[in-house]
C-alpha cells in the first residue's frame, strides 16, 4: 500500500472513530445545496472542485483563478479558458461519484466543491477531514441559484461581490417583468436540452424561459426528458431554443430541416435558435445565465426591449464580474460557437 492510500485509509478510521467535527465547535457556517451547515475554514487557499455544472465558473468568478488546484476539464469553453489560462492545464481528481481519492488529498486542498448529486464520494472526502461544499449542478431555480451565489460568496470572504451579483440579477429580472408587463399572449417556448429532451417545471429550463417572460410547454410533464415529434405538434410552440451543448442530439438546424416540423409555428415564422456559449452556457444555471435570460427575452419580446443592449449588458458583466475586458470579436464567438 502506498503512503497517500494508507493515508486515506488512517484518516478514513480516524473518522470512524471520532466522528465528524461537533457543528457546535464551528464559529460560523454556511448552508450548501443539500442543506447541510459547512464550517467555513480559517483559511481557503487550496481549492478542488469535483463536479461540472458551472461549479469553476462560479468559484472563478469569487477567486480567480490562483486558489483553484485541480478541476474538471473545461477545455469546452475556450472563451473561460482565455479569460483565466491557467485553468486550462490543472490536474483533474475525477467527478461526482468518480473521485481519486490518493489523487485529491495529494492536492492538499483546505475546501472542497462537489455535486449534491454525489454524497456518497462527499461523505468520503469529508471523512478525510476536508471540508466539502456541495454546489446545485443544475438543479437549481432562479430563488435557489442566487442563495448559492450568496453562500459561495460568504464562505470564500467575498461578501460584498456576491451581494452586488445578486443584486445584478435581481436588477436585470425585475427589468424584464417591468417592460414585458401587460403583454396579451405571452410567448410559448420549448426548450430542448443537451439530452436532446426538455425540461419540466423541476428543471433549469423551466426557470430559464419563466424569467425571460415566456411559457415553458412542457412546464406540466410528469418527467424531463426526451419527447416525441408528436408531442411537439401538439405544443405547437412561438419560439423554440435549442442548448448550445455539443452533446445535443436535437439541435436547432436539425428542427429547422426536418420534414416532420415543417407546419410548426416556430418553423414557420423562423424562430428557432441555438443558445449562445459564454464562459459557460447561458442556457445553464452559473452567474452568467443572467445573459442567457436577458438574451432570450429580446428574443421573444423585440419591441418591448430594443432599448436593452445585450453588447453592453454582456461586457459590463465581464469587467464587473469577471474582471475581464471582452473585446468585439470575441463576443462574436458567442454565438459562432453555438449549435446551429
Not at 469546452?76 to 485529491?104: I, K, T, W, Y
Not at 444555471?285 to 449588458?313: C, F, H, M, R, T
Request: hydrophobic letters at 45%; aromatic letters at 10%.
Amino acid at each position: 500500500m502506498g503512503r497517500t492510500a494508507f493515508a486515506i485509509g488512517f484518516a478514513l478510521t480516524l473518522a470512524l472513530a471520532f466522528g465528524p467535527l461537533d457543528a457546535s465547535q464551528c464559529q460560523r457556517s454556511v448552508p450548501d445545496a443539500t442543506g447541510r451547515s459547512v464550517c467555513i475554514p480559517a483559511r481557503i487557499e487550496r481549492i478542488v472542485i469535483t463536479c461540472y455544472g458551472g461549479a469553476v465558473q462560479e468559484i472563478a468568478l469569487f477567486k480567480g483563478g490562483g486558489k483553484i488546484v485541480a478541476q474538471p476539464g473545461v477545455e469546452r469553453f475556450p472563451q473561460f479558458v482565455r479569460m483565466f489560462p491557467g485553468l486550462g492545464a490543472l490536474p483533474d481528481v475525477g467527478s461526482f461519484d468518480n473521485v481519486n481519492l490518493e489523487s485529491l488529498l495529494a492536492a492538499q486542498p483546505d475546501m472542497v466543491f462537489a455535486s449534491f448529486f454525489s454524497s456518497a464520494t462527499n461523505d468520503k472526502i469529508r471523512a478525510l477531514g476536508i471540508p466539502v461544499f456541495a454546489l446545485g449542478t443544475g438543479r437549481q431555480d432562479i430563488r435557489t441559484i442566487l442563495e448559492e451565489f450568496e453562500h459561495v460568496g460568504t464562505l470564500l470572504g467575498e461578501e460584498s461581490k456576491a451581494h452586488d451579483l445578486v443584486s445584478h440579477w435581481r436588477e436585470r429580472l425585475a427589468m424584464i417583468q417591468e417592460k414585458i408587463a401587460g403583454t396579451a399572449t405571452p410567448k410559448q417556448v420549448l426548450y430542448l436540452g443537451s439530452s436532446g429532451g426538455t425540461d419540466n417545471r423541476l428543471g433549469w429550463g423551466d426557470a430559464f424561459i419563466s424569467a425571460a417572460g415566456g411559457i415553458n410547454v412542457a412546464h406540466d410533464l410528469d418527467a424531463k426528458g426526451p419527447i416525441s415529434a408528436e408531442q411537439i405538434h401538439i405544443w405547437n410552440p412561438d419560439v423554440i431554443v435549442s442548448s448550445g451543448n455539443e452533446g445535443s442530439r436535437t439541435s436547432a438546424a436539425s428542427i429547422r430541416t426536418k420534414a416532420a416540423y415543417r407546419q410548426l409555428r416556430a418553423v414557420v415564422s423562423g424562430q428557432i435558435h441555438a443558445v449562445p456559449i459564454g464562459g459557460f452556457w447561458w442556457d445553464r444555471p452559473s452567474p452568467e445565465a443572467i445573459l442567457g435570460i436577458l438574451w432570450l427575452s429580446k428574443l421573444l419580446y423585440p419591441e418591448q426591449l430594443k432599448d436593452v443592449n445585450l453588447e453592453q449588458e454582456t461586457k459590463l458583466f465581464f469587467e464587473r464580474f469577471y474582471g475581464y475586458a471582452l473585446p468585439d470579436d470575441e463576443y462574436q464567438l458567442f454565438f459562432q460557437r453555438a449549435v446551429r
